[in-house]
């Protein structure tokens, strides 16, 4: 079975503009989170999204937004760049929003100059 | 304030040579406790969830321990392809993909 799947794997993009990140997750799964990390930093929590609703939201700027699609895709735009956007932006999945445990996808490396 | 806190940082290992790894937590009502294995450039594999104080959960050469503050990975006998990052995971919210993680623990294991 396909495991959760990004695209695309790596991102250059200058600061100012916009960027959208792709996600599906693990066939059967229904819940999708995005996650930012830093280099020598854990995952940092940005969305979840259920259902095409958010259920969750960390600790970032309106730049950011989520949506997820009826077939349980989802994307994650980033807007306005910022030199500080650079990261590896990961999103994962599980069968239901309170589901354990969360596979994880292997993420698009991001680089704003 | 919930937080996560990993150690050490880097712990390089000869082969065959077992250790721990720490990750202490405060959270209000703890809802699972996950460890996570990265490789580079990769994204997060899960390993374990742990649920109430006493449990453990083994796996080939990893172990893992569960305590009221705490979390221990032990790793008996590692080899050079347990080389990897290992990060935990506390959930905060009311939602288990609402995930509070430490900075990891990178552990190389040299032949």
């Known amino acids: 079975d396909a495991g959760v799947t990004q695209s695309p794997t790596h991102l250059i993009k200058t600061r100012g503009q916009q960027v959208t990140l792709r996600c599906s997750p693990i066939s059967g799964h229904k819940s999708v989170s995005w996650y930012q990390q830093v280099l020598g930093q854990g995952p940092q929590f940005i969305f979840q999204y259920y259902e095409k609703e958010e259920r969750g939201r960390g600790n970032f700027p309106d730049r950011f937004s989520a949506r997820q699609f009826p077939n349980y895709s989802s994307e994650l735009n980033v807007n306005a760049l910022l030199l500080g956007d650079s990261a590896l932006y990961l999103c994962?999945?599980?069968?239901?929003?309170?589901?354990?445990?969360?596979?994880f996808g292997n993420g698009t490396r991001l680089t704003v100059t | 304030e919930d937080q996560v806190t990993q150690s050490p940082e880097a712990l390089r290992l000869q082969e065959g040579e077992s250790s721990s790894l720490n990750c202490s937590y405060t959270?209000?009502?703890?809802?699972?406790l996950f460890w996570y294995r990265q490789d580079p450039g990769k994204g997060p594999e899960f390993l374990f969830t742990l649920y109430s104080a006493g449990e453990e959960k083994e796996k080939e050469r990893l172990k893992a321990t569960l305590t009221k503050k705490e979390s221990f990975l032990h790793i008996t006998a590692p080899k050079p392809e347990d080389s990897a990052t290992y990060l935990c995971?506390?959930?905060?919210?009311?939602?288990?993909?609402?995930?509070?993680f430490g900075k990891g623990t990178k552990l190389s294991v040299k032949p």
């Open positions: 959270v209000s009502g703890l809802r699972g």
């Open positions: 994962a999945s599980s069968l239901l929003p309170g589901a354990s445990p969360l596979h």
């Open positions: 995971a506390v959930p905060y919210g009311g939602s288990q993909g609402n995930l509070i």
